[in-house]
């Protein structure tokens, strides 16, 4: 790709073939063992085809299909390096770039080690690296570490639109514990708008002052007649911290949130995203989290919003991971606008046919809308509401202001008669127009003036239904389009309609741009400079395009940042400085950090720089070790409370939501397993506990076995595969139980694979309803001696938590007490119930009639008999299902 850091290397045959392990090589013998001449490393610019035609273009809308299979790279050249190899060639030796035979490339997600350490150069040596001033002392470690707080600033809100934050009056009074007084009117629908009132005096220097809340509600408008239109609203009954949150994150400032698994920190910031685009119309927003994982799942809620899907941008490669239907790339957008602009133009050229209007002038460009939208749409819409005052709301006056089509008189085809014949029907006319004035006789009203006012009278159809100028368009529209329950109604209705049309053409004003750039790059860039509004990357993504974010001037306003606790300081600080200061200050309003000091830190790999150089403490963590003041949130609402026992220790005063408490699929027991979670002692394997095929991949057979053999177990008790995750805290470990997957069970396709078997620190930050945990080691405890580890290892699972390792090693390190004491609680062999399947009634944690396994041996020939059992069944039920089909046919034919 375009970016990418190659190699360049001449590779000749040495004279005697190595044969030994590359592992045993040092660095020096490398080379000379294996041949390696030259590597000389280089940056690609473009990519060529055979004809030459550049095929890096990186809209897939607009690539072209390359020409033959050869391809030509372009590459930037360390000019160093290359000085010094010309000098080199002078003095006679060996030429280096014509013997260059192999490239080589790093894996795509770690090629990108130069645009980051350019980034980090960059702001080492710039001047205008600056931080809000409010973060400014506590960003350098001194002064109050309360200081950015919101309500500590001048620039705390008041008045705060809540929309639909808050469900009805109740939850606004749970919401608010510590408040003074909370004036809520009766009757009060959401949305809500909240005015926040001092009520007293601080009770101590650097406190809070005691608050007064007055509530108010308002109406939303109705903004058209489709479906589609109706907002959508949040369902989650937010719990009063984070509400506290939510309001903390709207407010100018700092907000530090701390958030143990399951307590809806996404949720949580899905919905300040929600109030600050709603509340700040002209403000951008940039959402950075350290894993594409956790960026794509807060970006789906958001996608679910009442937010226009035009606003937002997914930047970075991890959009093919993306769940939607909607492509939310830089070029997926940009493609979106072209092809939205297409489909309006359209609907403008229907709206102008329904006015005899020429649809394809006024739909030929935007700026053509635009004119038409002037001249013709406000036009009607101004001239329906002076007919309506003439009218009035009875239609009393209905006569003066209906159009009622009246018999058209045959036209006089005067180019066909002479000029005598003319001049003699005039005469004629003029006769009768004065016989008709001497008669005076009144004129009888026409049939569909009668029509009107007898619906009118009925009340069956109101002057708003019958003078609205844009019934054709709205054809389309669920009917009928006025319910005709009153004036009013049906006014809002009318009202409805012409917002739509307002929010069309604002839609086409905004194609505009992407209809007058002419190239894909200028439509990208000011899809992100302009356009969109919602911006995602990860922190990898925003260090490598800073520098162009920079040169394209791009501003924005609020950063929101998940996964806070994983994620380096220095790439922390990046993400705060993605644009230019304006006359020496920073734009940023608003800083929100999310994440959880208690589980993973960031991954170091170098030890000296993890050891001596504090590289694996966060921004995030020093800020909480500076006791700078945090929203803990306290409810946790995605585990059995039993699960949770085995991690809510490690947090302040984390209680459980009322979904754990109360709903049954948290109440009842896993199917043909005795308890929700067990460790399960794993002896020896055929004389072997963890071995080390290569150093530091370590496996373990048995345990490899006993988990893919549980999964199978659970898969016959009629457990879905994708609701089972297996873990492990080794990637050796991880690779031997894919192969043990793939030769028992993958090929089958009554077990299949589980949803992921991947590692404990990659599954940070996702769960799954059962998951099975391998922890490989029988020597040594290893890095599981770090408790944060352990805290993500239990915290993954909803429902069901198997944990299989060497009991007698853990239970004697003492960071790990805490939990394995918990463990020791219940039996260390697994515990099933071999006559239950899925949806049993039995309570959870209430074993019926236990089998404990004795062994791998054993559980392996207690799934071998259920397996026989159930296809007995499964043959039974077939021979019956033919029995009694062919008793049915059988009097038939006789």
Not at 585 to 594: D, G, N, Q
Not at 758 to 780: P, Y
């Amino acid at each position: 790709r375009e970016h990418d850091v190659i190699f360049l290397i001449c590779i000749e045959a040495p004279e005697e073939p190595y044969e030994g392990k590359i592992a045993d090589l040092s660095v020096s013998e490398f080379p000379e063992k294996l041949g390696v001449m030259t590597v000389r490393g280089a940056e690609v610019t473009e990519l060529l085809d055979e004809e030459g035609n550049v095929i890096s273009d990186p809209n897939p809308a607009e690539r072209k299909t390359p020409v033959g299979d050869n391809r030509v790279a372009r590459v930037l050249l360390d000019p160093a390096q290359y000085h010094a190899d010309l000098e080199a060639t002078a003095e006679g030796k060996r030429e280096v770039y014509g013997g260059l035979n192999l490239i080589m490339r790093r894996k795509p997600k770690e090629n990108n080690f130069k645009a980051i350490l350019q980034t980090i150069r960059s702001l080492m040596t710039s001047e205008d690296t600056v931080v809000p001033s409010w973060l400014h002392d506590l960003f350098l470690g001194y002064g109050d570490p309360g200081a950015a707080q919101y309500w500590k600033l001048p620039t705390a809100l008041t008045k705060i639109d809540f929309r639909d934050t808050f469900l009805d009056q109740d939850h606004i009074l749970e919401s608010f514990p510590d408040a003074e007084d909370i004036d809520i009117p009766d009757d009060l629908e959401r949305p809500f708008r909240l005015e926040f009132e001092n009520a007293g005096a601080p009770p101590a220097p650097g406190q809070r002052a005691p608050e007064r809340i007055v509530a108010s509600a308002y109406k939303l408008p109705n903004m058209g007649p489709y479906p589609e239109c109706k907002p959508r609203e949040n369902k989650v009954r937010f719990t009063p911290v984070q509400v506290e949150a939510i309001r903390s994150g709207v407010n100018p400032g700092l907000t530090m949130v701390v958030g143990p698994p399951g307590t809806g920190k996404t949720d949580t910031a899905v919905q300040v995203v929600n109030l600050l685009f709603h509340n700040f119309p002209d403000q951008k927003i940039v959402l950075v989290a350290h894993s594409n994982q956790a960026l794509n799942d807060l970006f789906e809620k958001i996608v679910a919003l009442d937010i226009p899907e035009r606003y937002l941008l997914r930047l970075g490669r991890g959009i093919d991971e993306l769940d939607a239907k909607q492509d939310f790339s830089k070029w997926g957008r940009v493609n979106h606008m072209l092809q939205r602009r297409l489909d309006l133009l359209a609907k403008v050229e229907r709206m102008a046919e329904t006015f005899g209007v020429s649809g394809e002038d006024a739909a030929y460009t935007c700026e053509n809308a635009q004119h038409f939208f002037l001249h013709h749409v406000q036009y009607r819409w101004a001239d329906f509401q002076k007919k309506l005052g003439i009218a009035g709301k009875d239609g009393a006056n209905i006569h003066k202001v209906l159009e009622v089509k009246r018999p058209a008189v045959p036209e006089r085809k005067a180019k066909k008669r002479k000029l005598a014949d003319c001049v003699e029907q005039e005469e004629e006319d003029a006769e009768e127009d004065i016989a008709a004035k001497e008669v005076e006789k009144p004129e009888e009203e026409p049939e569909e003036l009668k029509h009107a006012k007898a619906l009118l009278s009925k009340g069956s159809r109101t002057v708003v239904a019958m003078l609205f100028p844009f019934t054709e368009f709205f054809a389309d529209a669920p009917q009928p389009l006025f319910t005709a329950e009153s004036y009013e109604a049906d006014l809002e209705i009318a009202m409805g309609c012409y917002r739509y049309l307002q929010n069309l053409f604002k839609e086409i004003e905004e194609c505009h741009a992407f209809e007058l750039l002419r190239n894909s790059h200028d439509r990208g860039n000011y899809l992100i400079t302009t356009h969109a509004r919602i911006i995602a990357m990860t922190c990898t993504h925003a260090a490598l395009t800073r520098s162009t974010l920079v040169g394209l001037n791009f501003k924005y306003d609020n950063l929101i940042m998940e996964e806070s606790a994983q994620i380096l300081e220095v790439e922390t600080f990046i993400p705060m400085l993605l644009q230019s200061s304006e006359q020496g200050m920073s734009r940023l309003k608003r800083v929100m950090f999310i994440g959880d000091h208690h589980q993973l830190p960031p991954v170091v790999k170098n030890r000296a720089f993890q050891k001596y150089g504090h590289l694996d403490q966060s921004l995030y963590a020093r800020f909480v070790r500076l006791k700078t003041p945090t929203v803990d949130l306290n409810l946790q609402g995605r585990a059995r409370t039993a699960i949770a026992e085995l991690y809510s220790w490690r947090y302040k005063d984390l209680g459980n939501l009322s979904n754990v408490l109360t709903e049954k699929r948290y109440l009842t027991a896993n199917a043909g397993l005795s308890y929700d979670y067990q460790f399960v002692d794993v002896a020896d394997f055929e004389g072997q506990g963890e071995t080390q095929p290569m150093p530091y991949f370590y496996q373990n057979l048995g345990e490899a076995e006993f988990c893919v053999a549980l999964f199978m177990y659970m898969r016959l008790c009629g457990v879905p595969a994708a609701r089972i995750s297996i873990l492990s805290t080794y990637n050796g470990q991880k690779a031997l139980i894919r192969d043990v997957i793939r030769q028992r069970c993958a090929w089958n396709p009554l077990f299949g694979e589980p949803s992921k078997v991947t590692t404990v620190d990659r599954f940070q930050g996702q769960q799954n309803d059962f998951v099975i945990v391998s922890l490989v080691r029988t020597q040594h405890v290893g890095h599981l001696r770090d408790i944060r580890r352990l805290i993500v290892l239990v915290s993954r699972a909803r429902f069901g938590l198997y944990v299989f390792g060497r009991f007698g090693l853990f239970e004697n390190c003492f960071e790990l007490a805490p939990v394995f004491t918990r463990f020791a609680k219940r039996p260390r062999q697994l515990s099933l119930e071999l006559e239950e399947q899925e949806g049993t009634e039995r309570a959870a944690g209430e074993p019926n009639n236990p089998t404990l396994v004795k062994d791998l041996q054993h559980m392996w020939s207690l799934l071998q008999e259920r397996m026989q059992a159930q296809f007995k069944a499964a043959a039974q039920v077939v021979a019956q299902s033919r029995g009694s089909a062919a008793s049915a046919i059988g009097p038939a034919a006789s």
